[in-house]
């Protein structure tokens, strides 16, 4: 893992992979084309707005609310093989490559929560991976409905 000289170098990382998200998927729907798919990856831009957001307001000093409740997690993207983007791809592809990036998110978090010695700056990285792990469980939801049912 990266060594961080500052807490302000800890949110700063975190920020950029938020703005990293936001700007993959903004693109998708940008160039999606079916009107399904533009919708999708226009929540996924929404979702890492706002986590970007939430940590610019840590680092400015406003107040972080955490999430209470713990999500359930399918694990249905631990056996999916992972997948590029791409503005044709489809919606099962954009499926599996939500669950990858949102497992990959709550694994920076868990880590930098247990990097991080500061109490409230690692709690806050618990939240967060705790709301990657609900994004994550929500996709997989999506996944299991469309692609998983019985025929």
Do not use: C, W
């Not at 703005?19 to 399904?36: C, I, M, P, R, W």
């Not at 599996?96 to 109490?119: C, G, P």
Request: without cysteine.
């Amino acid at each position: 893992m990266e060594k961080f000289e500052s807490v302000d170098a800890v949110l700063d990382f975190a920020i950029a992979r938020e703005q990293e998200a936001f700007d993959l998927y903004h693109g998708l729907s940008l160039n999606a084309v079916d009107t399904k798919m533009e919708a999708l990856f226009a929540s996924f831009a929404k979702v890492e707005a706002g986590h970007k957001q939430r940590l610019e307001g840590i680092k400015e000093g406003t107040t972080y609310l955490p999430i209470r409740e713990k999500a359930v997690d399918l694990k249905i993207a631990d056996y999916l093989v992972d997948v590029e983007p791409s503005p044709d791809m489809s919606f099962q592809d954009a499926l599996v490559l939500a669950m990858k990036r949102e497992q990959a998110a709550n694994a920076l978090y868990t880590n930098l929560a247990k990097a991080i010695t500061d109490s409230a700056l690692s709690g806050l990285f618990s939240q967060l991976a705790k709301e990657e792990a609900a994004h994550k469980a929500r996709f997989e939801d999506l996944y299991e409905e469309n692609f998983m049912k019985e025929n």
